[in-house]
């Protein structure tokens, strides 16, 4: 999740201050947003346009700034008045029991705020002001979006997430919690459910998370056991169809096995005659040998409507210890350092706008805070002057800002007045940008072609690689394909997939097709940082380099047109003697269908065709030549289409957390998040050279364990050697699967007036 660490300083620093002691002039910087943002409220924002006003106008407990020699960065504190003190030695026997923390180093951390905040009208802002805005955000009623932040993310607040789901009701796994219920004098129960997330089917085979899922990966043993489909017949729907088996015989098969709408959802087994068999054949499909184990599977397959305990205030790990003092208590240790880069961003709301602004229909309040200019207030350099949806947004200077007094902001935020216009259209703004209507414009690839050596051309790199992700899934696959007249399990070639890397021409790729990217075959570019004490760059260390000679030599940008061809008429070749059913067989057609967010824009498009070209280029003289096809299909909910195996390929980025590229690994091996269909890191081993490791013997783990273990707190964390050593193994590893294709780091490129 992005946390909000003040745009107007990170993005256009240049812009908003002043190298010398300038005479007080009415600066007016103009620029402009694509679309007007639905809300800028803190608690519930989602979207990068959502958080652009509070850029301009909120401000983190701590920040992170350039040095006094502009090569690196140190992190002050703004919000707070100093750095964050760990006093866990301090730590009692209640206050692990009253805040459900543990007694670990790193878990009881004490920070003093600034005694010189307010709000825009002057209020002073203290200790009072961020208990009751957390106490909004975490309120059980609301169900804020952004409540997660503080219970599931590094920084985790002691009964944060008791606090939010407290007197509510979710299904739960039986057998975890029918004990806690039947403790606490509740009477548990039993709902089934072979629609939603289940968590003996995630354990059993990480490639599903519902029993329908399962099911549906496994027809074949459905069509040979006419008892299954009996059984199951009235919690799922088989869909049937004609058939051919391999002698030519004619037979009802079962194309695919779903939910209806009737039958998704929890149901109680109470008054359902059938469930109990229907349970005791899932238990045996699922291992269960005996009557006990039968019964123990029941129990795990099962749920119950859990009663989540009531759960007060004073049970929740933020406490005020004086007027300008929290000390936040912490169910997982932390350092120092990611104690400030997670208090970078704020949860602070005015409290007689956001009560005054709620409205409550059922058990769901909501409020209105942070809509329009007239239920909201700044606290940040800016304050929000005028709001017109669709129109302008204009910020002036806020001033009440602590900084503009305080001395430690000499020459900083020097612009009066921030104009953004909505201009809907890249070529309006364009325009406006010629006329002098704008002081900026991002530029698009075309746009380079015209303007990419100009002398007011700003280029700022981003944490982001643009790449390509396949579905290597045989069974999905060979279902994609069924009936379209093309071959798909090609993909699951791991020489077909290198062939692919090899053929992109990433160089021209990033000249030609977009505005101000490099080339890249790595996961983590070079705005990732290794070592937050040095600055060190992990793209620049040892290990970081040896990523790329390891796997390329000296060919840095993975292009060959000569080692693709060889791949593809390998690839071709083992999958043409396969016998398994639904391989690519010779002469077929081969389409990849990739899944993009618009495909109808002019660089989508221009892309596309980038790609078929190389393709082309590549498959010449080969088997496969003129046999690959490239279509495209727009999904705006794609990720999620992703995840769920529903694609052959994604056109996608990843960024973010630059200075954890630990944590940040957790994109590729993370089954939750990641978009390689087919890979499953969470089961599948990697082993890890006992010299890297710095060990007596080699070491297997799955990937994603090894991204537990070089993250904040793993069991290599602590030697930074190794710990690179883990990380470049990991990153290595994963490229080398070319389930995942980098093509770009992706980078802004954007025009300033001379004004």
Not at 26 to 37: F, K, M, T
Not at 209 to 236: C, G, H, Q, W
Not at 258 to 274: A, I, L, S, V
Not at 420 to 440: I, S, W
């Amino acid at each position: 999740r992005s946390k909000v660490l003040g745009l107007a300083v990170l993005s256009s620093v240049m812009l908003l201050t002043s190298c010398g002691n300038d005479p007080e002039v009415d600066y007016q910087y103009n620029s402009y947003l694509a679309g007007s943002p639905s809300t800028w409220n803190v608690h519930t924002w989602q979207t990068s346009d959502e958080s652009v006003i509070m850029g301009y106008t909120e401000t983190g407990l701590y920040d992170f700034v350039l040095n006094d020699n502009k090569d690196g960065y140190v992190i002050i504190p703004e919000m707070a008045a100093d750095d964050p003190i760990d006093i866990s030695d301090t730590l009692t026997l209640d206050e692990v029991a009253q805040y459900g923390v543990n007694s670990d180093v790193g878990t009881k951390w004490k920070v003093a705020l600034n005694p010189l905040a307010k709000w825009e009208d002057g209020t002073p802002i203290n200790a009072d002001s961020y208990i009751y805005s957390m106490q909004q955000l975490l309120n059980p009623k609301m169900q804020n979006y952004r409540a997660s932040s503080y219970y599931a993310d590094t920084l985790q607040i002691g009964n944060a997430e008791r606090y939010f789901k407290s007197n509510r009701k979710t299904y739960e796994q039986y057998s975890k919690y029918a004990p806690i219920m039947l403790e606490s004098g509740q009477t548990p129960e039993y709902y089934y459910s072979f629609s939603e997330s289940n968590e003996v089917v995630k354990k059993i085979s990480t490639q599903y998370s519902t029993i329908v899922e399962f099911f549906n990966d496994n027809i074949p043993m459905f069509e040979r056991t006419p008892s299954l489909v009996n059984a199951f017949k009235n919690y799922v729907h088989f869909e049937m169809v004609q058939k051919t088996d391999g002698d030519g015989n004619v037979y009802e098969g079962i194309e695919s096995i779903t939910c209806t709408e009737e039958q998704k959802g929890y149901h109680p087994t109470k008054g359902d005659r059938n469930i109990s068999t229907a349970l005791n054949y899932l238990a045996q499909l699922f291992g269960a040998s005996n009557d006990a184990e039968i019964a123990q599977y029941r129990d795990d397959l099962t749920y119950t409507l859990y009663q989540w305990p009531e759960t007060t205030w004073d049970e929740v790990g933020l406490v005020k210890t004086g007027d300008y003092e929290l000390t936040f208590y912490l169910q997982t240790t932390i350092e120092k350092y990611y104690m400030q880069y997670n208090l970078s961003g704020n949860w602070l709301v005015y409290k007689e706008l956001y009560e005054s602004g709620k409205t409550t229909s059922g058990n769901l309040t909501v409020t209105n805070y942070a809509t329009k200019q007239s239920n909201y207030k700044s606290y940040g350099p800016y304050k929000l002057v005028r709001y017109q949806t669709d129109k302008v947004i204009i910020l002036e200077k806020n001033e009440n800002w602590y900084g503009y007094t305080d001395g430690k902001h000499v020459n900083q935020f020097k612009t009066n007045r921030v104009k953004l216009e909505v201009v809907p259209e890249h070529a309006t703004a364009l325009q406006m940008f010629l006329k002098g209507d704008l002081d900026d414009i991002a530029l698009t690839a075309e746009d380079m072609k015209k303007y990419g050596f100009s002398s007011r051309l700003y280029t700022t790199p981003e944490t982001y690689t643009q790449k390509l992700s396949f579905n290597t899934d045989w069974n999905t696959l060979v279902r994609r394909q069924k009936g379209s007249g093309y071959n798909k399990t090609i993909f699951s070639n791991h020489n077909f997939r290198e062939a692919f890397s090899y053929a992109m021409d990433r160089e021209l790729f990033a000249a030609q097709y977009t505005a101000g990217h490099e080339p890249s075959v790595t996961l983590l570019n070079h705005e990732y940082i290794s070592d937050y004490s040095t600055n060190e760059v992990y793209r620049d260390t040892p290990q970081g380099k040896s990523v790329i000679t390891d796997i390329y030599g000296d060919n840095v940008n993975g292009f060959s047109v000569s080692k693709a061809a060889e791949l593809f008429q390998l690839a071709a070749q083992e999958e043409i003697a396969k016998t398994r059913e639904g391989h690519y067989e010779a002469g077929q057609k081969i389409q990849i269908e990739i899944l993009l967010f618009n495909d109808a824009s002019e660089s989508a498009q221009a892309q596309i065709t980038f790609m078929r070209n190389c393709l082309a280029n590549a498959t010449k003289g080969t088997s496969l030549e003129d046999k690959i096809e490239i279509k495209t299909r727009k999904d705006e909910d794609y990720y999620n289409t992703a995840y769920g195996g529903n694609f052959d390929c994604i056109w996608t980025i990843w960024g973010g957390m630059t200075m954890d590229p630990y944590g940040f690994m957790q994109v590729y091996t993370d089954e939750d998040v990641r978009c390689e269909y087919g890979f499953y890191p969470s089961r599948e081993q990697l082993v890890i050279d006992k010299e890297l490791l710095k060990s007596s013997e080699d070491v297997s783990m799955t990937y994603d364990e090894w991204r537990l273990a070089i993250s904040s707190g793993g069991q290599y964390s602590k030697d930074h050697e190794v710990r690179l050593n883990v990380l470049a193994a990991l990153e290595k590893a994963i490229i080398l699967r070319y389930e995942t294709i980098s093509i770009t780091s992706r980078a802004t490129a954007e025009l300033v007036s001379y004004k």
